[in-house]
């Protein structure tokens, strides 16, 4: 249901690319199915943190109402600007970063995946979808593994199931841009690991 220790990574990310700004400028958009452990983590990581946060998502795929409950709890001390919509152009408008997840999750059939396109379409990550922050620069995040080409035995099943060539959640031509720093996530994962642990092994005195 949570994935703290990736949200922590995308956070360290996000300020590498912020330029000295603090979290309470931050602004970004997660899109997809937002009731998943990526959407859940990043709602409440940017409560906490005071940032300016936006789930772009059909409304049978928003987090769960206590989990938009404790979020708007946390906005209400940190400051924090929340919003959960079903229009993508809202969702967008505005952020510095754009995030993304698969759209079935391991454990889930093939069956679903075809009900799952059709549903998500508006909330796939094109190059429109960065223009559409108005801001310039906007980055692209994903937590991996991302099906953006059908060069893979999975992507390419997918790929003739939903008739996306040119990739699922987010288009090859994003994913392999510059606006993309998923690698820098990837990498970020090692460092807020060891940061975590030092924080939980250390010795008190």
Not at 18 to 32: A, I
Not at 54 to 76: F, H, S
Not at 124 to 145: D, E, W, Y
Request: charge should be negative; charged fraction near 20%; hydrophobic fraction near 40%.
């Amino acid at each position: 249901e949570w994935h703290p220790t990736q949200t922590l990574a995308d956070f360290l990310t996000m300020q590498e690319h912020l330029n000295g700004l603090p979290f309470t400028d931050l602004s970004y958009c997660y899109l997809g199915d937002a009731r998943n452990n990526m959407g859940n983590s990043l709602l409440m990581m940017g409560a906490i943190m005071g940032s300016d946060v936006r789930i772009g998502a059909p409304k049978q795929l928003w987090p769960a109402q206590d989990v938009q409950d404790l979020a708007r709890a946390c906005a209400e001390k940190s400051g924090a600007q929340i919003t959960i919509t079903d229009d993508p152009a809202k969702a967008l408008h505005g952020a510095q970063f754009v995030h993304t997840d698969v759209w079935v999750s391991m454990g889930e059939p093939t069956e679903v995946w075809e009900h799952r396109v059709n549903v998500l379409r508006p909330y796939r990550v094109s190059a429109q979808t960065l223009i559409a922050t108005g801001v310039p620069n906007t980055k692209f995040m994903h937590c991996l593994p991302a099906f953006h080409d059908t060069n893979t035995v999975v992507g390419s099943k997918f790929g003739q199931i939903s008739g996306l060539t040119d990739g699922i959640e987010v288009t090859d031509e994003v994913f392999e841009s510059a606006a993309s720093v998923v690698f820098d996530q990837a990498e970020n994962r090692m460092h807020t690991i060891k940061a975590l642990m030092v924080a939980t092994l250390a010795d008190d005195d």
